[in-house]
């Protein structure tokens, strides 16, 4: 499922992301509230920790399916869970 919306969210947000998109610092953020949850994080987990760390739902959307796109996260086969490729994520 996660992964549905992940990719409807780059299709989406192509657009918005040519309009500036997330700026460094919350994608920073966004990375770092993975990171510090062991580099990977279900949707259930994003819906308290990202808004924590400031990060609303079409902002998360739109850093999943850059970070996807650039290779440095992908989807579980469950689809339920975000995992980084990030250097701080690195198997």
Not at 56 to 66: E, F, P, V
Request: contains cysteine.
């Amino acid at each position: 499922m996660i992964a549905l919306r992940a990719l409807a969210l780059v299709l989406l947000a192509t657009p918005a992301l040519a309009e500036g998109g997330p700026t460094d610092a919350q994608r920073d953020a966004f990375v770092t509230a993975i990171t510090a949850n062991g580099c990977k994080m279900t949707e259930a987990e994003a819906e308290t920790k990202l808004p924590a760390a400031g990060i609303d739902r079409d902002t998360s959307g739109l850093i999943t399916g850059a970070l996807i796109s650039e290779g440095l996260a992908s989807i579980s086969e469950d689809g339920t869970t975000l995992i980084l490729k990030t250097e701080g994520c690195a198997s």
